[in-house]
């Protein structure tokens, strides 16, 4: 990464100020753990694209809020914006995130195609040399049920000044490594002399960070929610 590129990056994970502009939008404000800082999301899609950066452990950091910059929009016409959202992976890797629906006509133009390959965000990610990935409605929540179970695992994992207890998260590790599959209630009958809100974060911290496994792509979380420290569940 060259030192004017690196300039930039650093540049755009500085969150802007923020004022609320829309009164009449319900608000969004749920604390990230990765940024150390509340976010603010004003959609419903906003929120769900955080939820996937927030427990995604490739994501390494991200700014949703990020300094707006010229964007060219085509026909000698700029404006002045930001997109959704900017994240960087563990490998270092920059990717610039839009919501929006791509333009489909049941016999699709040439028009309309050069729409969908040529997105100004898109262009504007490759001139950088950072990639780009756009949402669509139906690729945020691709899968409903598993992007609900991640929300309430985030409420017990993203609280201001918590971090879960190694003993706690050794003996989950422990626990499960001493049968093949468990179920959440009977974890919790095995370690009832730890206060059960730790309990709870612990194991929502390990499925995030994927050192354990579950079955909450399948099914909502439960008393019954199966857990693995061996295997993935189909």
């Known amino acids: 990464m060259s030192p004017n590129v690196a300039r930039t990056v650093a540049a755009l994970l500085v969150p802007s100020t923020f004022r609320r502009e829309n009164w009449e939008a319900y608000l969004f404000a749920p604390y990230s753990k990765k940024l150390s800082r509340r976010v603010y999301l004003y959609t419903p899609q906003g929120y769900d694209l955080w939820v996937h950066l ?21 026909q000698g016409q700029a404006v002045v914006a ?32 050069k729409l969908n390959r040529e997105f100004p965000w898109a262009l504007w990610a490759e001139a950088q040399g950072f990639n780009y990935k756009r949402w669509t409605s139906s690729e945020l929540r691709q899968n409903p049920i598993l992007l609900d179970n991640y929300k309430r695992l985030l409420r017990w994992v993203c609280r201001p000044g918590w971090n879960p207890s190694p003993i706690v998260l050794d003996s989950i590790i422990s626990a499960l490594k ?22 709870s974060a612990a194991i929502a911290t390990l499925i995030l960070d994927e050192k354990i496994h579950s079955d909450l792509h399948k099914y909502f979380l439960s008393q019954t929610t199966e857990l693995s420290a061996f295997h993935e569940f189909d």
């Open 54 to 74: 927030e427990s995604d452990p490739q994501v390494k950091t991200f700014n949703e809020r990020p300094t707006k910059v010229p964007l060219s929009i085509g």
């Open 82 to 113: 930001a997109p959704n959202a900017i994240s960087v992976d563990q490998m270092g890797d920059v990717m610039v995130h839009e919501c929006g629906e791509y333009c489909e006509t049941a016999t699709q133009s040439k028009a309309a195609e």
């Open 178 to 199: 001493s049968r093949r599959v468990t179920c959440w209630n009977a974890l919790f009958r095995e370690l009832g002399h730890f206060e059960p809100t730790s309990i």
